[in-house]
């Protein structure tokens, strides 16, 4: 008894360490910082509006209905409020257990293919990524995103194809259908290799079964709300993804904007990794390529549990580089298949020597991460933003907009806890956002007699006299200036 006892501490004992060592990187200081622009304290401020309102169905910010994303982070974050109460633990629990989650994963899937020590390599490798660390310590949405979307893909590499559609659907309800298509994308291309290699439509009614189960966990809170809301649906994640993130769908605009910035990305977010990466990238691409050429193709399932990492990793590659939009973070589902595809390119070279291979992985590993530390756990650099919220807390009254003159303003919309409208020029967007003040917007509001305060840096300020109002300042911090917009030159 006591051996068996001793046999499962000894097998269980790789899975500890990576749950330890993964909990001391996400969980240790993680309410140091304080929550950031945009979106982290974008989402902070729509979850704490859900807990004091009861208000979960339906998203809400700034006092106006919120449709940037579905609900699914907002609710798991709510338990953590009720235990923790409303502070920066609260909002980056759920996203740094999720990372947590993703590192056993990784540390599973390795494992079950490689073995033990190259699950613990290829588990290192991306608690390695600093840009990883940074994202899975926040409390934004993509920690959860990836290991959702990961789940789905392990659980369709291991034949389970309702469940991954399950895990699919509420990745759907983390950050909506177009970020988490890909998935399915995966899936369709090897049900074309089952029908063209194999004349076998199984692999086709694997992926109908997968996206069966999606729906059934995304659909009805989308039918709910774009019942309710579907003019404010179309013009939010569906606007934005047509509009902004993906553009003109036609071949020459997609060939036109393609390039290959998000190897800039990666090469900026994985350090030391990224050159190993890619080389194992062109190792797999190069099986990859026999198999689809070969006279005698494997069976599917032998094809997918071969080359899911890599196609995973090609198909999230090629979409983001022909959208219109590029941003550095678009890129994260990519790295547990990144991590997989090093580890596996390690085991190829280091066969009989699974030792040396660990040592040199967690060597590279440590280092990577000690020379970009400052990459994986940033200073606090929004804490001038906090203290300038809570003077503007102290100095208004609830039924005041505070108008300020930055873009950046969700950190102060959240630690003031006041209505925000922002002049600044808008970005990156067809059409006008609504927290987006003009002119007019400003001359409308004083009309109604609606109570302003503004924030400017010196000499920045904008004219009022031209309404017949003048500024009265009551408050200076970090270089802003806060001021009550009152009547008369």
Do not use: C
């Amino acid at each position: 008894m006591i051996n068996n006892i001793l046999t499962k501490i000894k097998s269980s004992l790789p899975f500890l360490i990576v749950l330890v060592v993964s909990s001391l990187l996400f969980l240790t200081n993680l309410g140091k910082n304080t929550l950031a622009d945009w979106d982290e304290a974008w989402y902070a401020d729509a979850s704490r509006y859900m807990f004091n309102n009861q208000h979960y169905l339906t998203p809400v910010w700034n006092n106006y209905y919120f449709f940037d994303k579905p609900p699914l982070q907002y609710w798991l974050t709510q338990p953590f409020l009720y235990i923790f109460g409303e502070n920066e633990i609260s909002y980056r629990l759920p996203s740094a257990l999720a990372a947590i989650s993703l590192s056993l994963t990784t540390f599973i899937w390795a494992k079950s293919i490689w073995g033990t020590g190259t699950g613990l390599a290829a588990t290192a490798i991306l608690l390695s990524f600093p840009h990883f660390l940074d994202r899975g310590r926040s409390g934004n949405f993509d920690s959860l995103f990836i290991l959702l979307t990961t789940f789905s893909l392990y659980f369709y590499n291991k034949g389970k194809y309702f469940r991954s559609g399950i895990f699919l659907g509420f990745s759907w309800l983390t950050k909506g259908v177009f970020s988490g298509f890909f998935p399915l994308v995966v899936a369709g291309l090897f049900a074309i290799y089952d029908l063209f290699k194999h004349k076998s439509l199984r692999f086709l009614k694997f992926s109908f079964l997968m996206l069966s189960g999606a729906l059934i966990i995304y659909a009805p809170w989308h039918l709910i709300e774009s019942n309710r809301f579907e003019e404010l649906i179309q013009k939010s994640y569906f606007a934005t993804f047509d509009q902004g993130e993906f553009g003109d769908k036609s071949w020459s605009s997609i060939v036109w904007r393609f390039d290959l910035r998000y190897l800039v990305f990666l090469n900026t977010f994985l350090r030391w990794w990224f050159p190993v990466m890619i080389l194992a990238g062109l190792s797999e691409l190069l099986t990859l390529n026999k198999n689809l050429l070969s006279n005698k193709p494997v069976k599917t399932k032998s094809f997918v549990s071969e080359s899911l990492p890599v196609i995973t990793f090609l198909v999230i590659f090629l979409a983001l580089s022909a959208a219109k939009e590029k941003n550095d973070w678009y890129i994260m589902p990519v790295y547990p298949f990144a991590a997989l595809l090093t580890a596996g390119l390690f085991q190829q070279i280091f066969k009989r020597k699974q030792l040396l291979m660990i040592l040199i992985i967690f060597s590279i590993s440590i280092s990577n991460l000690y020379l970009n530390r400052r990459q994986a756990f940033p200073p606090n650099k929004h804490l001038p933003e906090k203290q300038v919220a809570l003077l503007v807390k102290d100095l208004t009254t609830s039924n005041e907009i505070i108008l300020t003159a930055e873009y950046e303003f969700p950190t102060l919309r959240y630690y003031s806890q006041r209505e925000v409208r922002t002049s600044a020029p808008q970005q990156n967007y067809e059409g006008k956002y609504w927290w987006v003040w003009d002119n007019a917007d400003i001359a409308t509001a004083l009309r109604r007699g609606q109570k302003i305060v503004t924030i400017h840096r010196p000499g920045t300020e904008w004219s009022i006299e031209i309404w017949g109002y003048h500024r009265v300042k009551i408050g200076e911090i970090n270089n802003r200036i806060i001021s009550r917009i009152a009547p008369g030159n």
